[in-house]
Antibody, heavy 128, light 112 residues
């Protein structure tokens, strides 16, 4: 059974960089038909997609965050990572990693599908 | 970004009774290949979201048949035929026909 687990600091200072890692177990990260994504949820609020990465390193980002987001993948460790720079209190949230299904349509364009499974999430608080 | 509007935002249901949640999209979610990119998730308290319905009306693996999804274009519905205590949580619709994938505001379902 595929499982994902987020790890990283739970507290980050304003203007610094948030760094998280997702470790995948029960399956391999270097498989076709799946990207690996990050989604966040401010406490008591809704869900926001941050970005997703393919095992080859190809990434897709939410335009609202793209200028501050970097994702990377380490297939040897079956992990992928998120970096979010210049954080503010508005970046305080539970950060989830998830497997992101997709396909390429007849024109070869990326078409997103679902996120499943998800990790348990990690609360990251931005505060001095 | 494509906007999704869910109604109602909260719902209290007697066990064994049905429940229905609506999700309206600001754009059609029908892809030229015939797939409809509307998904339903349940987030139980303290848990991550779990996928219930994919591509409008398909139950995901392991999801009980008390859950069903319907709709087309811009209007979609999630139905629970008989609500049980374990169905409590927040239900989200999500679109993925266009990046970024976006989520509805969520509908909180409680037991009366």
């Amino acid at each position: 059974q595929l499982q994902l687990q987020e790890s990283g600091p739970g507290l980050v200072k304003p203007s610094e960089t948030l760094s998280l890692t997702c470790t995948v177990s029960g399956g391999f990260i270097n498989i076709r038909s799946y990207y690996w994504g990050w989604i966040r949820q401010p406490p008591g609020k809704g869900l926001e997609w941050i970005g997703s990465i393919y095992y080859s390193g190809n990434s897709k980002y939410n335009p609202s965050l793209e200028s501050r987001v970097t994702t990377s993948v380490d297939t040897s460790k079956n992990q992928f990572s998120l970096r979010l720079s210049s954080v503010t209190a508005a970046d305080t949230a539970i950060y989830y990693c998830a497997r992101h299904a997709y396909y390429n349509d007849r024109s070869g364009h990326f078409v997103s599908r679902w996120f499943d499974p998800w990790g348990q999430g990690i609360l990251v608080t931005v505060s001095s | 970004d494509i906007g999704l509007s869910q109604t109602p935002l909260s719902l209290a249901v007697t066990p064994g009774q049905p429940a229905s949640i609506s999700c309206k999209s600001s754009q059609s979610l029908l892809h030229s290949d015939g797939k409809t990119h509307l998904y339903w998730y349940l987030q139980r308290p303290g848990q991550p979201p779990q996928l219930l319905i994919y591509e409008g009306s398909n139950r995901f693996s392991g999801v009980p048949d008390t859950f069903s999804g319907s709709g087309s274009g811009t209007d979609f519905t999630l139905r629970i035929s008989r609500v049980e205590a374990e169905d409590v949580g927040v239900y989200y619709c999500m679109q993925s026909i266009q990046l970024p994938p976006t989520f509805g505001q969520g509908t909180k379902v409680e037991i009366k």
